[in-house]
């Protein structure tokens, strides 16, 4: 069994939901990340917003005075560190979100994202591992 903690990026940028919008924008962008957690001042997960949240402001044709908590995602998925990068791996494959959060009592300990499984593949692969031999193809 691989446990999520050990291909997590831990420490992860987050932002609060009064993060203006912008910021959050520039901090993706400037990062090449697909999503940030959004948490509270005691770091407890409330939500995440992503690339996708963002293009809704497309449209829009002021983003002066928006906050991340106007556009961002409420209902997510996370996993905590003990947790088996199998089930990570699966809930990337069904789902169209890019990383999850990693949360321990609430708090966010850590993110996985698609690149970080990619990494381990190929990681595990090196070593003439695959990461669940028995697992059918899909």
């Known amino acids: 069994v691989h446990l999520v903690k050990s291909i997590m990026t831990s420490e992860p940028i987050t932002v609060t939901e009064n993060t203006p919008v912008h910021e959050a924008m520039r901090i993706i962008v400037d990062n090449a990340i697909a999503g940030l957690p959004v948490v509270d001042e005691k770091g407890v997960l409330l939500g995440m917003i992503t690339e996708k949240d963002m293009l809704q402001l497309m449209y829009r044709s002021n983003l002066g ?22 089930l990570v791996c699966q809930c990337l494959m069904e789902h169209t979100f890019k990383r999850v959060p990693i949360t321990s009592e609430g708090r966010v300990v850590g993110v996985v994202s698609r690149r970080d499984i990619i990494r381990f593949i190929m990681d595990l692969a090196a070593w003439g591992e695959s990461i669940n031999p028995n697992a059918p193809m899909i």
Not at 65 to 86: C, E, L, Q, S
């Open 65 to 86: 005075g928006m906050a991340v908590a106007d556009i961002m995602t409420h209902d997510i998925v996370i996993f905590v560190p003990d947790d088996d990068v199998n």
